[in-house]
């Protein structure tokens, strides 16, 4: 069985650390991966040899400020379907991949435009990743953003501004045209790899959690400043805002801090190393770090949190745009960790880490957390995500 995964929308390791091993286990089975994925460093695609690489195709779309997506399909528009040549040439292209390389099946991980060219050319497909892409399939889809209310009727509008944009542009592509957003994952195999707790929507009815699919660098150990377990995991990006006033305040407070921060040339992390402070230039084994933290920084990332929520080791997060900052929403909302708000132009950084280190509470539900799921065993969920595809492929 000859299997296309593709990646379109997002960025960051967390969709890469689904695809790489769900692939994998694709080839133990048997099957042919040809993974079309931008954004894929030289060292992750040496470690996977066996997958043949693809380009997958580019957006081509002009430049427009624009407010925050309030339902998944006005985050759509934002992202490239607004633009009519834009989307037409993309799905074009998707569908010239298609008919290149012949799949059998189509596995999309945040690839819609994806799922639309294997649904037009009556190709099995299957769709996976955590709640932000897999939208609860209600007719209009419920709102994005958790802090506030969104009315039905201010949904329902914004439904059919996608409809009225992207449905004759299928049209002209030679597609079915969609009598919702929700039809775009029409036929797929819905695969949701996360935990109610860590859904970015709050509720599902008749969609069975798949849990994550959580993966790091498993050669990697980390090497902490202190031998204690008062050692802080921290991984930012170099241009998060909240990153240098944090490593500010726990260099007040004297924390040993082991980090992992993309974006920083070898100078600037040497410049920035201190005698509690190591900087590292590569990410390392999670299940390690997770041993010897008593609290995790990070983004807000599904694949980095989870696995830290999932070991006992709270989260301080700081969002750096719209679907990290609703998981971290959530994610606070439940009393599993403390996040710096995604609005907040002034944050009282001290207080959020003192909450973060002193909170009993958090500790606790976090604790319970982690004895309710336990230590997941990543390669028997993949080995079941896998063969669950190919069977939903061969059934037609």
Known sequence: MRILFCWEF????GHVYRILPVGAEFLKQGCEVILAAAGLNPALKRQFPEFSFVQPPAWELPPQPLPLSQNYGENLLKNGYRDADSLRKHLNAWAGLMDSHQPDLVVAEHAP??????????????????????????DPMPGLQPWFKIPDQLLGLKEQKFLDTVNPVLKSAGCAPLASVADIFQESDRLLCTYPEFDHYPARENMPYQGPVVYSSPDIKPQWPSESHDNVFLYLNSDNRFLLPILAQLKILGLPVLAYIPGLTDLERQSMERSRLR???DPVNLADAGQRCRFAVSQGGHNTGALMLLQGVPLLLCPRQMEQAIWAYRIEEQDLGVMFSFFDQEPDYKRKIETILSSDRVRNRVRTLSIKYGRPDPRKRVEQLASRCI????TG
């Open 391 to 394: 069977k939903s492929a061969e």
């Open 113 to 138: 435009t994806a799922l639309i060219a294997a649904r037009s050319k009556g190709i099995p497909r299957a769709a996976m990743g955590t709640g932000f892409s897999m939208p609860p399939l209600t």
């Open 10 to 13: 997002g960025g960051g390791l």
């Open 279 to 281: 900087i590292i230039p």
